[in-house]
């Protein structure tokens, strides 16, 4: 490095300018980025100004605390700046790896990918991409060119990812419309075994790609049908895709979601979220020795299918940590058992509130679901609600949860009365207590007919009927 470029390098202090400049971040985001999102923001009061965060909690500059039930749409799954992958960043920063040459073959990557296979025995390679779309692209076109079939079949109300590729496979018209024309892929209901069956009986579907949860309103698949549309798939010479992006790493109470049923072994793994420990964005495709023979059949082929940015060292070290901190700290048991008890808490809440509907999911991801009321003075409330937009009571929920309690949860997916759960694999009992004792505290005061929440579903109805 020379004396000039030293100097210039000088130039630069991060922590000098997000102090100068942290203040901006509404406005520079409705001024350069996406124009909508601060909106949103500013109407719904999630408007506010963290300064840090750590495990499971974020903190504003008075120095209030915030309970994470959100992990970043499942990326944090053992929360916000974990010092093992932590650690495992500097040191890779401080390696001063010879990474990306595209043509040597570094060992973070091959140690990694070992890894991830030993929770998945039936599998036995790993390609490296950047993010959960990505991963979903790779299962998508390794399917279609080892089976020599163009279709993809994919479940209704699902979601891959939002890149053209996935976005052909998402089950909601709200992501795909004004995107045509996509790929030539065909939605059957979750669970149905008869539709998956016609499809494949005109012989030219290359796999069914499915969340073993669904992560849009939390829904599970009958008992025994991942395994029967595994045995339909195979007998129709077609593939069986998982995608695990949201519901693997233990997200569920298992390393993946589809280990909850015994004897399926999908073709095609895609993970991704919690695997970049919060850090480094990263997603894995893995998949069956034969299928990465056919698609990287010869040497002539050999970057028919890459990454730039795939497999590189800080985010397979990443990778590494995260795996280690998993085995080491129990990350897969303790989802399971907070996820038992946070479950079984709400669901012992049904009978208490005519506006609760339904708790439903595995480990920590749960999702609530509510639903029309019957005494005469909800029920009136709630068709006011309803007629406006659906899935503005669901809204209300979260945002005095964010107000009153400080605990930052988001609905499932739009037009849904489905709040998600799906905070980091970390928490324990206290946050149980509190996130459970702040639900409680909101579904009273629901039930109660008045106050600010109701004022607040007002103000909701005002701005859907204004979107119209």
């Known amino acids: 490095m020379t004396a000039e470029t030293s100097s210039q390098s000088g130039d630069f202090d991060l922590g000098k300018l997000l102090a100068g400049r942290a203040a901006e971040r509404y406005e520079l985001h409705a001024r350069h980025l996406n124009h909508q999102l601060p909106r949103m923001l500013h109407t719904i009061g999630f408007d506010k100004y963290y300064e840090r965060a750590e495990g499971a909690y974020f903190w504003d500059a008075e120095g209030n605390d915030y309970l994470d039930m959100l992990a970043g749409f499942g ?5 916000r700046h974990h010092p093992v992958v932590r650690k495992a960043l500097h040191d890779v920063l401080d390696a001063s790896l010879a990474d990306l ?3 040597d073959c570094q060992p973070l990557p091959g140690l990694l990918a070992e890894q991830l296979l030993t929770h998945s ?8 991409g950047n993010s959960g779309t990505e991963a979903v692209e790779t299962a998508l076109k390794f399917a279609r060119y080892a089976t020599g079939k163009p279709r993809v079949l994919y479940c209704a109300h699902a979601f891959h990812g939002l890149t053209t590729g996935s976005l052909s496979v998402n089950g909601e018209s709200g992501f795909r419309d004004g995107f045509a024309p996509l790929l030539p892929d065909t939605a059957v209901p979750l669970g149905d075994l008869d539709a998956l069956e016609r ?3 005109k012989g030219d579907v290359a796999g069914l790609i ?7 309103g939390v829904h599970e698949p009958p008992p025994g049908y991942l395994r029967a549309a595994q045995d339909l798939l195979h007998r129709h010479k077609a593939l069986l895709i998982a995608d695990e992006v949201q519901t693997g790493l233990g997200r569920t109470g ?4 589809y280990q909850h049923e015994s ?6 793994v895609c993970v991704a979220k919690a695997l970049s420990g919060g850090y480094v964005p990263v997603g894995a495709t893995l998949g069956r020795d034969w299928i990465f023979k056919k698609v990287y059949s010869s040497m002539d082929r050999v970057l028919v299918h890459s990454a730039s940015f795939g497999a590189n060292a800080q985010a397979m070290a990443a990778g590494l940590a995260v795996l280690s901190v998993m085995e080491n700290e129990q990350i897969v048991a303790n989802a399971r058992a907070m996820g038992e008890e946070l479950k079984s808490r709400l669901a012992a809440l049904v009978d208490k509130y005519e506006l609760l509907s339904e708790v439903r999911g595995r480990g920590l991801m749960i999702g609530i679901e509510f639903g029309r009321p019957k005494s005469l003075k909800l029920r009136s409330r709630w068709t006011m609600l309803q007629a406006a937009r659906k899935g503005l009571f669901a809204q209300m929920v979260v945002v005095p949860l964010l107000q009153r309690h400080r605990i930052l949860t988001q609905v499932s997916g739009d037009h849904l009365e489905v709040i998600k759960l799906i905070p980091p694999l970390i928490i324990g009992e206290r946050d149980v207590d509190r996130f459970v004792d702040a639900f409680t505290d909101v579904m009273d005061d629901a039930h109660n007919g008045g106050g600010l929440m109701w004022d607040f579903g007002k103000t909701l109805v005002k701005q859907a009927v204004a979107n119209r």
């Not at 004897?263 to 095609?268: C, H, I, Q, S």
């Open 210 to 216: 499915v969340e073993p949860i669904q992560g849009k």
């Open 121 to 128: 025995p039936h599998l036995d390679r790993v390609f490296f």
């Open 199 to 201: 499809e494949l009986r």
């Open 254 to 257: 298992d390393f993946y979601a």
């Open 263 to 268: 004897g399926v072994e999908p073709d095609l």
């Open 75 to 79: 990326v944090m799954g053992l929360g």
């Open 101 to 103: 040459t595209r043509f």
